[in-house]
T-cell receptor, first 111, second 114 residues
Framework: NAGVTQTPKFQVLKTGQSMTLQCAQD?????MSWYRQDPGMGLRLIHY???????DQGEVPNGYNVSRSTTEDFPLRLLSAAPSQTSVYFC??????????FGDGTRLSIL | GQQLNQSPQSMFIQEGEDVSMNCTSS?????WLWYKQDPGEGPVLLIA?????ELTSNGRLTAQFGITRKDSFLNISASIPSDVGIYFC??????????????FGKGTLLTVNP
């Protein structure tokens, strides 16, 4: 999955803690998005951005914040982690009508 | 919102068999994509389809964009053990450029018995 880098790859949090999942792409893609993947649920869109300074909510935005200060970076923030946010998180980017490129994911457990 | 029905949910086949999976939508899509996800990794694009009726191959994989724009299928011929994984379809509606949202199917889990 060259081009979209996610960090960290694994994280364990306690309920109520906050953290930021990082996503960076070096392909100058204008569109970036965050998905969560849960068993049997497929990929669900959390937030997306169509360019620097522009973000919007996806299907499951509650409990998450995003910002897009640069074209390259699109961090996802959990302000107060809850067990229901235990999931695998994927960042993706694309340009125009081209297909999305995904990162390798962040596996997050909330205890 | 838009719904994508992907079937089957899972398949267990013998090495060498052919595989077919499909996605249907309640609305029209302008683009169909097929991804594969290996365990512990992110989805990787297999095939992209941009035109109704389009039939595209990538090695042993063949995918088609349905004439109605509401469906697509993926075939894998002569399966091998490394075909194991989750296969996702995704559709994008025509937007004129501003609608970014892809809709994903829930995936087909493929297991290949050597």
């Amino acid at each position: 999955n060259a081009g979209v880098t996610q960090t960290p790859k694994f994280q364990v949090l306690k309920t109520g803690q906050s953290m930021t999942l990082q996503c960076a792409q070096d392909m100058n893609h204008e569109y970036m998005s965050w998905y969560r993947q849960d068993p049997g649920m497929g990929l669900r869109l959390i937030h997306y951005s169509v360019g620097a300074g522009i973000t919007d909510q996806g299907e499951v935005p509650n409990g998450y914040n995003v910002s897009r200060s640069t074209t390259e970076d699109f961090p996802l923030r959990l302000l107060s982690a809850a067990p229901s946010q235990t999931s695998v998180y994927f960042c993706a980017s694309r340009t125009g009508r081209q297909p999305q490129h995904f990162g390798d994911g962040t596996r997050l457990s909330i205890l | 919102g838009q719904q994508l029905n992907q079937s089957p949910q899972s398949m267990f086949i013998q090495e060498g068999e052919d595989v077919s999976m499909n996605c249907t939508s309640s609305s029209i899509f302008n683009t169909w994509l097929w991804y594969k996800q290996d365990p512990g990794e992110g989805p990787v694009l297999l095939i992209a389809l941009y035109k109704a009726g389009e039939l595209t191959s990538n090695g042993r994989l063949t995918a088609q964009f349905g004439i109605t724009r509401k469906d697509s299928f993926l075939n894998i011929s002569a399966s091998i053990p490394s075909d194991v994984g989750i296969y996702f379809c995704a559709g994008q509606p025509y937007s004129g450029g501003s609608n970014y949202k892809l809709t994903f199917g829930k995936g087909t889990l493929l297991t290949v018995n050597p």
